[in-house]
C-alpha cells in the first residue's frame, strides 16, 4: 500500500482541500523546534514528544469539550481525554513522518491561499493581515509557526486524499445493498408504558430517606458563580464611531465597486410554445394568439388575470411568469437584449425565438447608472462604522488581552485603559446563565477549578461577531444538596417510575416467552392484557414508528414462511416494547439516485478503511514509547 502512495500523490489538487480545511493543529498543540530539555512524554521513531506540546494540546481539546457540552469533565473523563490526546499526538506524527518519507510537498502558493480562505482572518475587505497576526498570537504561535503546522495539516490531508482516492466500489455492490437498505417489513408490536402503573404503587417512607442517603444527583442546589468581566465588541465600538460627510465620502470613493449594483429589471412575460421547425399553419395560430394576449394587456388587463382567465388550453401553449429584478444574461439572448433596451412601462411587440412567441413588458428598472452616493449613503454609513470598529477592535483586543494577563487579579487596569466598563453578574449557574454569559465558553471558564480557586483573570475568550470577554469569579457557590422534605415527592415519582419501569420490562419478556413457545399474537395479547398494532411496508426511516422499534425490527432475521420473528426493546430508559416482524419485501426496480448515494457511502466507507489501514501499518512498523507517567 504505501509504495503507490507517492504515485498517486502526483496527481492531487491541493485547490479540492481549500474550503473543508479545519486547523487541527489549533487544536492539538504546536510541535517547537526547540524545547530544551523539557520533559518527554511520547517518542516517534525517534522523534520526541514534549510534556509543553502535550498540556497545550490536552488544555486546548478539552476547552473544546467544554464549550460544547457546557460543563468540567469529571476525573475520569479526563483521564480518557490525556489517554486521546496523546494518541492523537502520536498519529500526527507519523502521519508526518510519512509525508516526508514519501516526498509529498505544498508549495509557499498553496499556504497563502488557505490563509486567506480562513474566515476568522477575513474581514469585510477580504483578508486581514492584522486579524491574522492577532489570530495566531491568541494560538499562542508566531505567523512563521503558524505556516509551518498549516504546511504539515496539508501535507497530511495531501497523503490522506492519496490513500482514500484509490477506494473503488463496484455497481453489483451498491444494487445489494440499495436493496437491502430499500427493503420494507410488516410489523406488529406493541408499548407498555411506564406511567400507567405508577398511580398503582405505594413508596415507602424508608425508601424514600434511603434513595435520599444514597444519592445527590438531581437532590441538589447546582453549583452557581458571581463572575465580573469585560466584554469588547465590534458592534458597541461601532455605535460609537462618529460621522463626518467627507470622511463617508471618501469611504464611498474607495469601495465604489460594491455599491454599483449591476443594472436590474423586472418583467412579466408571456411565452407561447412553438417549435424552431413550426409549420406556416402553426405559426399563423401561434401569433393570432399571442396579439390578441397582447391587445389584451395593452388595454390594462393584467398578466395575473392573463393566466387565470384568457388562456383557452388550446394549441400553442402560453405560460405567464414574472421575474424579479434580473441582470443582465439571465434570460435568453434574445429576449435578454430586448428587455435591456426598452422603458420602464413598456410593452414589446410580439417577438419570436427558437423556444417560441413572447410578449413582455418591463415593470421595474434598479441600479445601473442611477446609483449615487446619495442612493447608497445609509449602507456606506453602516459600512464605515464597522469598518472603522474593526480597526479600533484589533488594535484595543491587544492591548485588553495584554493587561488582562499581565494584571491577572484585577480587570480595573485593562478597564481602564480600554475605556470599557467593567460588569457583573449576579449568581448563576451553568443552566440558569443568560446572555452573553450564556455562550457555551464562557460558561467554561466562569466554572474552572483553577479560575474559582485562583481568583485571577481568565484568558481572553473569543466569540462570534468579533467580540472578546475577560472574565474574573468574584464568588463561587458549591453545589448543595436539598433537605429530604424539600425533595420528598420528587424522590417517591423517581422510586415509581423505577418499580413500573422494572414490571413493564418483566411484562415484556414474558410476552417474549410465551410467543417462542408457540402461542400466537392473539392468544398471547388475552392473555395478559395489552393490545398491538399493527403497520404494513415499513421503511428504515418511517416516522411514524418509534425509533427504537423501527432499528430492532431491522436487526431482527427473516421470518419463516407463516412465521415470525421477534425482539424486545427499552424505550426512553422507562417504557419497554415486543416487535414481531411477519414479512420482508425487497424492491424489484431500483432508480439510479438511490444507488448513486448508496455508491457515495460504501465509496466513503472504504476509503476511511483504506486510510485506517495505512495508519495501523505506519504504527505497526513505527518505535513507539510512551512514558505515563509524566502526563
Known amino acids: 500500500m504505501l509504495m503507490q502512495i507517492r504515485n498517486w500523490a502526483t496527481g492531487w489538487i491541493a485547490g479540492a482541500i481549500m474550503g473543508l480545511i479545519i486547523i487541527t493543529f489549533a487544536v492539538?498543540?504546536?510541535?517547537?523546534a526547540d524545547q530544551g530539555s523539557e520533559p518527554v512524554v511520547a517518542s516517534v521513531n525517534g522523534k520526541d514528544i514534549k510534556l509543553r506540546q502535550f498540556q497545550r494540546a490536552y488544555n486546548n481539546f478539552r476547552d473544546q469539550m467544554q464549550k460544547y457540552t457546557g460543563k468540567s469533565l469529571t476525573p475520569s473523563e479526563e483521564e480518557l481525554l490525556?489517554?486521546?490526546?496523546?494518541?492523537?499526538?502520536i498519529q500526527d506524527e507519523i502521519i508526518n513522518q510519512a509525508t516526508g518519507d514519501n516526498g509529498l510537498q505544498i508549495s509557499d502558493a498553496v499556504i497563502r491561499k488557505a490563509i486567506?480562505?480562513?474566515?476568522v482572518f477575513n474581514g469585510g475587505n477580504g483578508f486581514d493581515r492584522g486579524a491574522y497576526e492577532i489570530g495566531v498570537m491568541q494560538m499562542g504561535m508566531t505567523t512563521a509557526v503558524f505556516e509551518r503546522q498549516l504546511r504539515q495539516e496539508l501535507m497530511a490531508n495531501q497523503l490522506q486524499y492519496a490513500v482514500t482516492n484509490s477506494a473503488f466500489v463496484s455497481e453489483k455492490e451498491a444494487v445489494w445493498l440499495t436493496r437491502i437498505n430499500k427493503q420494507t417489513r410488516d410489523l406488529t408490536y406493541t408499548i407498555l408504558p411506564a406511567d400507567e402503573l405508577k398511580d398503582s404503587i405505594e413508596i415507602s417512607d424508608d425508601a424514600i430517606e434511603q434513595y435520599y442517603n444514597k444519592t445527590s444527583q438531581g437532590l441538589s442546589?447546582?453549583?452557581?458563580?458571581?463572575v465580573a468581566y469585560l466584554?469588547?465588541?465590534?458592534?458597541?465600538?461601532?455605535?460609537d464611531v462618529e460621522i463626518v460627510e467627507e470622511a463617508l465620502r471618501s469611504y464611498y470613493d474607495d469601495n465604489k465597486d460594491k455599491y454599483d449594483v449591476k443594472e436590474q429589471r423586472k418583467v412579466h412575460i408571456v411565452d407561447f410554445k412553438l417549435a424552431p421547425n413550426a409549420e406556416d399553419k402553426d405559426i399563423e395560430i401561434a401569433s393570432s394568439k399571442a396579439e390578441k394576449i397582447r391587445k389584451l394587456i395593452a388595454s390594462g388587463i393584467s398578466f395575473t388575470e392573463i393566466a387565470e382567465n384568457h388562456d383557452d388550453g388550446a394549441a400553442p401553449e402560453m405560460l405567464v411568469s414574472e421575474h424579479g429584478f434580473l441582470v443582465r444574461g439571465v434570460l435568453p439572448k434574445e429576449i435578454d437584449e430586448v428587455v435591456f433596451s426598452v422603458n420602464e412601462g413598456e410593452l414589446s411587440e410580439v417577438m419570436r425565438t427558437d423556444r417560441g412567441l413572447h410578449v413582455f413588458r418591463v415593470e421595474g428598472i434598479k441600479g445601473g447608472i442611477n446609483n449615487t452616493f446619495e442612493n447608497a449613503k445609509e449602507e456606506v454609513e453602516k459600512d464605515y462604522k464597522r469598518s472603522e470598529a474593526e480597526h479600533k477592535y484589533f488594535d484595543l483586543a491587544d492591548t485588553l488581552v495584554t493587561l488582562a494577563y499581565e494584571h491577572a487579579d484585577t480587570l480595573e487596569v485593562a478597564a481602564e485603559e480600554v475605556g470599557i466598563e467593567i460588569q457583573e453578574s449576579d449568581r448563576f449557574s451553568r443552566n440558569s446563565a443568560t446572555g452573553i454569559l450564556a455562550e457555551p465558553k464562557v460558561l467554561v471558564a466562569s466554572f474552572d477549578k483553577e479560575a474559582i480557586k485562583s481568583g485571577e483573570n481568565s484568558e481572553a475568550i473569543e466569540l462570534n461577531?468579533?467580540?472578546?470577554?475577560?472574565l474574573q469569579v468574584l464568588e463561587h457557590f458549591p453545589a448543595e444538596k436539598k433537605s429530604l422534605e424539600a425533595v420528598r415527592e420528587q424522590v417517591a415519582q423517581i422510586l415509581k417510575t423505577e418499580q413500573a419501569s422494572k414490571m413493564q420490562r418483566e411484562k415484556g419478556q414474558k410476552i417474549l416467552q410465551q410467543l417462542q413457545?408457540?402461542?400466537?399474537?392473539?392468544?398471547?395479547?388475552?392473555?395478559l392484557k395489552f393490545e398491538w398494532s399493527q403497520v404494513e411496508g415499513v421503511t428504515r426511516d418511517d416516522v411514524s414508528v418509534n425509533r427504537k422499534i423501527l432499528r430492532t425490527a431491522f436487526k431482527l432475521g427473516k421470518p419463516e414462511r407463516d412465521g415470525l420473528t421477534f425482539g424486545g426493546v427499552e424505550i426512553g430508559k422507562k417504557d419497554y416494547a415486543v416487535v414481531a416482524v411477519s414479512r420482508i419485501e425487497y424492491p424489484i426496480t431500483l432508480n439510479d439516485e438511490d444507488i448513486d448515494k448508496t455508491k457515495s457511502m460504501l465509496l466513503q466507507s472504504k476509503a476511511n478503511e483504506e486510510w485506517s489501514s495505512v495508519l495501523d501499518e505506519l504504527k505497526e512498523k513505527a518505535s513507539i514509547s510512551i512514558y505515563s507517567s509524566r502526563l
Open 82 to 89: 490525556k489517554k486521546q490526546t496523546l494518541d492523537k499526538l
Open 517 to 527: 413457545q408457540g402461542s400466537n399474537l392473539s392468544q398471547v395479547a388475552g392473555a
Open 231 to 239: 466584554e469588547l465588541s465590534v458592534e458597541k465600538l461601532a455605535q
Open 465 to 470: 461577531n468579533n467580540r472578546l470577554l475577560v
Open 116 to 119: 486567506t480562505n480562513i474566515d
Open 221 to 226: 442546589d447546582p453549583e452557581q458563580v458571581r
Open 28 to 32: 492539538w498543540g504546536i510541535n517547537f
